[in-house]
């Protein structure tokens, strides 16, 4: 009780206890109350409120752009006294355009709950959000990684005119990308001439991590 002093009873009988906080064990708290020779007992029952979220397994992945993550988040409701709390509801949300298997679902009798999360599909950290009642959120991270590539992107150098025998003004510039448009870098790229009869400096280049590459130098 936040207060043990005696209450006087209003005009009408009426007396109210003092804020009444419950035991960090959960089950039966009674309160006794006594006045003059009556004697009376209230009850109330504890039961394990969520405290805190902690991630037991998926943090800190890595995974395709647009995928499943192999190992789907994990998370452990815990109460004040770090003891697993059953049947809490838990609701999910994403950032950077990811998916879950649902939005919300409720810990088991372990105090667990799983959701499947699929990353969105731009390139970069994805975080899924984890709420219970209003405790703080827990944030789960995942980096984004370009997807296979699929096309080539011309940045610069197109359309150019230049003397005969000569070096164009612009060297070309492309950038290979997956489906989605990110930048993909670590790819083997050819330049090839096939008319003109010009020469590269470059007839192999690795993309860039912003996925560009470039033969250098064009003679036409």
Do not use: C, H, Y
Request: aromatic fraction near 4%; avoid cysteine.
């Amino acid at each position: 009780l936040a207060d043990g002093l005696p209450i006087t009873t209003n005009s009408i009988g009426e007396a109210r206890a003092p804020i009444w906080s419950l035991g960090p064990v959960p089950g039966i708290n009674t309160l006794i109350v006594n006045a003059g020779p009556g004697t009376a007992s209230i009850t109330a029952t504890g039961v394990r409120g969520p405290n805190n979220i902690r991630v037991v397994a998926g943090a800190d992945q890595t995974g395709i752009v647009g995928q499943l993550l192999i190992v789907a988040p994990r998370l452990l409701v815990v109460d004040a006294q770090e003891i697993p709390v059953a049947s809490a509801i838990v609701r999910f949300s994403t950032t950077n355009g990811g998916t879950v298997s649902s939005t919300q679902t409720t810990t088991d009798v372990n105090g667990v709950a799983e959701v499947g999360w699929t990353l969105g599909t731009t390139a970069g950290e994805n975080t899924l959000i984890v709420a219970v009642n209003d405790i703080p959120p827990t944030l789960v991270t995942a980096l984004g990684t370009p997807a296979a590539p699929s096309a080539v992107v011309v940045i610069e150098g197109n359309n150019q005119f230049g003397k005969i025998n000569s070096e164009v003004l612009t060297p070309p510039l492309v950038r290979v990308t997956d489906q989605f448009g990110n930048p993909v870098p670590g790819v083997d790229v050819t330049f090839t001439v096939t008319s003109g009869g010009g020469t590269i400096a470059n007839t192999l280049a690795v993309s860039d991590l912003l996925g560009v590459s470039s033969p250098g130098t064009w003679m036409l």
